[in-house]
């Protein structure tokens, strides 16, 4: 291996862990307690070394973003894959969203709720973004119904998820009910 061929993976293992960190300190903590001296203090690098990987908490809360659209795309596609018949498969996708939203929350949030610096829906959006709405698209267009563009039905389906998952975890809506709610979208929405 060369010194460069080296260098290279040292710098993408400095990364994946500034990105591990950030993403462990802020499901624990929330992500205000993420900053850049508390990163370089847990990781034993400088402050510098931080900005030589990313240039700020933006940047690193959109890696955080794509990593977990990346596992969420994954999740989705694992849970549909099993489902047997459209209803199945809407429920298992459904199940899954809201699974994962539940489940990571500080990754949830910097995929949807907080500004890392990541397009949506545009022509420069990133690939993992891409992906996650793509396996949404996968099991939902068939649904969308005369008349109804696949991806305008998809991105509503997409948004009842997103309700459901930031309301219930924000108190508004009781969480003993998302069982019931999530049915309810299912069955009246996608109309199986």
Not at 84 to 102: I, S
Not at 138 to 148: M, P, R, T
């Amino acid at each position: 291996m060369s010194v460069q061929e080296r260098k290279q993976r040292e710098r993408a293992d400095r990364e994946r862990l500034i990105v591990a960190t950030a993403r462990e300190i802020a499901e624990q903590q929330g992500w205000d307690a993420v900053t850049t001296r508390r990163l370089a203090e847990r990781i034993e690098y400088s402050q510098p070394v931080l900005y030589s990987h990313f240039r700020g908490k933006r940047e690193i809360i959109g890696a955080v973003a794509l990593e977990g659209a990346a596992e969420m795309a994954a999740a989705l596609r694992a849970a549909t894959s099993v489902a047997d018949g459209p209803h199945a498969r809407v429920t298992a996708l459904a199940r899954a969203y809201l699974d994962f939203a539940e489940g990571n929350p500080a990754v949830y949030d910097a995929m949807f709720q907080l500004d890392g610096g990541l397009a949506f829906a545009q022509e420069d959006t990133p690939e993992p973004l891409k992906n996650a709405f793509a396996v949404l698209l996968e099991n939902l267009a068939e649904l969308a119904g005369d008349g109804v563009h696949p991806g305008l039905f998809t991105e509503v389906f997409w948004a009842s998820l997103h309700g459901l998952a930031t309301l219930t975890r924000a108190g508004r809506l009781p969480p003993e009910e998302t069982g019931r709610r999530m049915e309810l979208l299912v069955d009246r929405l996608a109309m199986i």
